[in-house]
């Protein structure tokens, strides 16, 4: 997504969320892999912003230096709260020398984005209506650019920038699991937010994302996550999946006229009670549910953690 190249490094892939930063480094895809984090204190990072530059420079540096990848390129994930998809038809005569241009002239014209200033990629998807078709991935350019200043003063090298659900599907994809003639619907989930991403063909076509209301729900400690009142976690799901099945509805018959039905759904994330919740969308929905679950090992030879995912599909898409 950003217009930022590598160097000749070896690389870690983070991702960064209020309350964690995780990073894995594979020496080779098919080898154990290298993976850790660091839970942070509350207010340091809010809705996708970095608050505290300070204190989040001096846990991002302490960190990669105990991680031993202090000076390593780092692919780096774009907090959910950031992202954009458009689906976008241009006219056939733009080339795609042309495209980019074309598109940062169109941005607030025909392409409407809910912040200003963006920097963004695309993908050519094939033909529609004797037009061109496209899907823009963007996010604010100066929210982005934050997270890479923070690294190179943690004194790493910032080489990329990607969105998760991007890089849970390649990982899905690259596993063997993917059916690109499949329309799949994508829940993200942790304790504070849910990102609902849908795969038409293998692209996304939309995207929403939601913040819960997760006040005396849980807390974020020094080890992690700690439920404090799990009747009001699967509340909070309710309202979750009443809104997914809004999208349901909303995705068949307004987004697709009709012409597209859900039959699968993939659930992943950190949220503590994972299992739980993905029984509960089993038990409502008349979906193929499957949680995210792979053959990849820590280097401890267990099975690597499924909240190392989104990082580790970084990886897999070739970074």
């Known amino acids: 997504m950003m217009a930022l190249r590598f160097a000749s490094r070896k690389t870690a892939y983070m991702e960064f969320r209020d309350y964690v930063i995780r990073y894995v480094a594979p020496k080779r895809l098919s080898a154990p892999v290298m993976a850790g984090e660091v839970y942070l204190p509350p207010g340091i990072v809010r809705n996708g912003v970095i608050q505290d530059k300070r204190a989040f420079e001096t846990i991002l540096r302490s960190s990669a230096e105990h991680w031993g990848i202090r000076h390593h390129k780092v692919k780096f994930l774009v907090p959910d709260t950031y992202v954009a998809v458009r689906r976008q038809l241009i006219p056939n005569d733009i080339t795609d020398e042309e495209m980019r241009g074309y598109i940062y002239?169109?941005?607030?014209r025909s392409i409407h984005l809910p912040f200003d200033n963006p920097t963004f990629d695309f993908t050519l998807t094939g033909e529609k209506e004797g037009k061109r078709e496209l899907i823009i991935f963007a996010a604010p350019e100066e929210a982005v650019q934050s997270f890479a200043n923070a690294l190179e003063r943690a004194k790493l090298h910032p080489a990329g920038a990607d969105i998760a659900a991007l890089a849970l599907y390649q990982l899905h994809e690259d596993m063997g699991q993917a059916v690109k003639k499949q329309e799949l619907l994508l829940l993200k989930l942790d304790v504070f937010h849910a990102t609902v991403t849908i795969f038409h063909e293998g692209y996304p076509v939309f995207m929403q994302h939601e913040t819960l209301l997760a006040e005396n729900m849980a807390e974020v400690t020094a080890e992690g996550i700690v439920i404090l009142d799990e009747g009001a976690v699967m509340r909070a799901m309710d309202e979750v999946l009443e809104e997914l099945d809004r999208i349901l509805h909303f995705y068949q018959y307004s987004f697709t006229a009709g012409n597209g039905t859900i039959t699968s759904l993939l659930v992943t994330?950190?949220?503590?009670?994972?299992?739980?919740?993905?029984?509960?969308?089993q038990g409502r929905f008349t979906l193929q549910v499957?949680?995210?679950q792979y053959p990849v090992q820590d280097l401890g030879g267990e099975a690597l953690a499924v909240k190392y995912y989104p990082a580790l599909g970084l990886a897999y898409g070739g970074g």
Request: without cysteine; hydrophobic residues 45%.
């Open 105 to 108: 002239l169109e941005l607030g």
């Open 290 to 292: 499957q949680q995210m």
């Open 269 to 281: 994330g950190d949220h503590p009670m994972l299992p739980h919740i993905a029984a509960s969308i």
